[in-house]
C-alpha cells in the first residue's frame, strides 16, 4: 500500500492531535469534545470545511491553528523565517564543471 507524502502528513497531524488530546484532564477533553462536535454542526449547515477556506501551512502551523480552533492555545505563534544566505561560488581548477558534467554524459 502506497501512501502519499500529504496523505502522511494529513495523518501525522491528526495522529499528533489525538496524542495531545488523550494527554488531556478529562475536563478539557469534554471541551474538545464540544468544541469539535460544535464545528461538525457548522458543516452540516452547508459551511465550507475549514481546510477548504485556509490554505495548508506546514505540519506546526496546521497543528497550532487545530489547537486554536479547538480552543487549546491562545495564539498561534508565526513561523520563524531564516533569510537564505547565497554562498559564494567555489573556485575549481582546469575547465569549468558544466563542461566536465557535458562530456560525462555524453
Given at each position: 500500500?502506497?501512501?502519499?507524502?500529504?496523505?502522511?502528513l494529513?495523518?501525522?497531524?491528526?495522529?499528533?492531535i489525538?496524542?495531545?488530546?488523550?494527554?488531556?484532564?478529562?475536563?478539557e477533553?469534554?471541551?474538545?469534545?464540544?468544541?469539535?462536535?460544535?464545528?461538525?454542526?457548522?458543516?452540516?449547515?452547508?459551511q465550507a470545511?475549514?481546510?477548504?477556506?485556509?490554505?495548508?501551512?506546514?505540519?506546526?502551523?496546521?497543528?497550532?491553528?487545530?489547537?486554536?480552533?479547538?480552543?487549546?492555545?491562545?495564539?498561534?505563534?508565526?513561523?520563524?523565517?531564516?533569510?537564505?544566505?547565497?554562498?559564494?561560488?567555489?573556485?575549481?581548477k582546469?575547465?569549468?564543471?558544466?563542461e566536465t558534467?557535458?562530456?560525462?554524459?555524453?
Amino acid at each position: 500500500m502506497k501512501v502519499s507524502f500529504p496523505e502522511l502528513l494529513k495523518t501525522s497531524t491528526v495522529e499528533e492531535i489525538l496524542n495531545a488530546v488523550r494527554d488531556l484532564p478529562p475536563q478539557e477533553q469534554a471541551e474538545v469534545k464540544r468544541r469539535l462536535e460544535g464545528l461538525l454542526a457548522e458543516l452540516d449547515k452547508g459551511q465550507a470545511p475549514v481546510a477548504e477556506t485556509r490554505q495548508a501551512g506546514d505540519l506546526d502551523q496546521r497543528i497550532q491553528r487545530a489547537l486554536y480552533d479547538a480552543g487549546l492555545i491562545s495564539e498561534i505563534k508565526p513561523r520563524v523565517k531564516r533569510p537564505r544566505e547565497r554562498r559564494p561560488p567555489i573556485k575549481i581548477k582546469g575547465k569549468p564543471l558544466s563542461e566536465t558534467v557535458i562530456e560525462d554524459r555524453r
